[in-house]
């Protein structure tokens, strides 16, 4: 089997034995895994609205996933996605609340060029100690994650008393920064479907160009593949480094303000750090990191994510259906297991013939 049909086998795979998984545990704990699955899926495409929700779920993720995938070319495990996610929403928010009566064609990618800053700059801490003093991304990143989630608690504590609904939360922004819009609404039966999805679907053509057509691009896979092979070849493997973390963090910051302005219309003081980035890696792992297979992880993390409060009639708490991503991620991380039994198969096939 060749190395294009493993990259769409494994996923494929990999959900299916995890949708297994899933089942197995349902009828464990006394469930019907046929009625819950069939409430599951009815649920997530029986309306347009569960679409237009759906929609509004992948936004986010794709962004997010397309952060931790650039990372991950560059060689980069980029744990600091939901820091990164959460700092664009609270700047982006905080700029939209300061500037109440800017025009929303202004306002729209204001927010998003500021949301990037944001992660960018929170990105770049990380890709800056590695490049330079070669501490580990993953430690830092993870510690980053703390770091902005007591820190942005603080700032939105000491946001003016003019933009707090109460002492956690802010006021809504204005309707001229609101992601959703009216007509997508109408269009889609009153769902939350809003205009994060279509900035996603930019982005994935923006990352799938730079990472296939770019020079820079280039260099990322490089300093991927052999940091000190890059050197040796004439590029700047620490400014590839930083550059790959800053486009990490951007996309995730991205990310964060379609989740936050798309859904919530403010910020809030977060309890823990932002689920999306963490469900953004998880797509990204199960795309195996491509630009063009991301959009297809994050539609079925959607689903499963808007269909799982319909399996409440059978019983089963929506916490299954967690545990059915969580299998789906374990079989995709899994994958050198699944390409074994793929290429076992393969071979006793060619053995045949």
């Known amino acids: 089997m060749n190395k294009n049909l493993k990259q769409i086998a494994v996923p494929l795979v990999s959900v299916l034995l995890g949708l297994v998984l899933g089942a197995i545990i349902m009828w464990a704990f006394s469930y019907d895994p046929l009625w819950g699955y069939e409430l599951l899926f009815k649920k997530a495409f029986g309306s347009i609205k569960s679409w237009g929700n759906i929609s509004r779920a992948m936004g986010p993720l794709i962004l997010v ?15 600091g996605l939901p820091g990164q996610a959460f700092a664009g929403w609270i700047m982006a928010t905080w700029f939209a609340l300061s500037f109440p009566n800017m025009p929303r064609l202004l306002m729209i990618p204001m927010t998003v060029l500021i949301a990037a800053v944001a992660g960018g700059f929170i990105g770049a801490i990380p890709g800056f100690l590695r490049a330079y003093l070669g501490t580990s991304e993953v430690i830092i990143t993870i510690m980053m994650n703390y770091i902005v989630l007591y820190g942005g608690n603080a700032l939105i504590h000491s946001f003016p008393a003019s933009l707090m609904k109460n002492k956690d939360s802010t006021i809504d922004v204005g309707a001229n920064a609101v992601y959703q819009t009216d007509w997508l609404r109408n269009l889609t039966d009153k769902s939350q479907m809003n205009i994060g999805i279509f900035f996603a679907i930019i982005a994935v053509v923006v990352i799938w160009f730079l990472m296939k057509k770019t020079t820079l691009g280039f260099e ?15 590029m700047s493997a620490k400014r590839t480094i930083i550059l790959s973390m800053i486009i990490s963090g951007a996309l995730a910051g991205i990310g964060g303000v379609a989740e936050g302005l798309g859904i919530y219309s403010n910020v809030y003081v977060q309890t823990s750090s932002m689920s999306v980035g963490f469900n953004g890696m998880a797509v990204a792992l199960l795309a195996m990191n491509s630009p063009i ?31 059915v991503t969580a299998s789906i991620i374990f079989f995709v991380c899994a994958h050198y297991i699944i390409e074994k039994m793929i290429s076992m198969r393969s071979a006793k096939k060619g053995g045949a013939n």
């Open 293 to 323: 297979g991301i959009p297809f992880a994050a539609f079925l993390f959607g689903a499963l994510q808007i269909g799982g409060v319909g399996m409440k009639p059978a019983a089963i708490p929506e916490e299954v259906v967690q545990i």
């Open 220 to 234: 990322i896979r490089a300093v991927g593949l052999n940091a000190n092979a890059a050197e040796y070849a004439g």
């Open 65 to 79: 996933a397309l952060g931790f995938s650039v990372a991950s070319r560059a060689g980069f495990f980029n744990v």
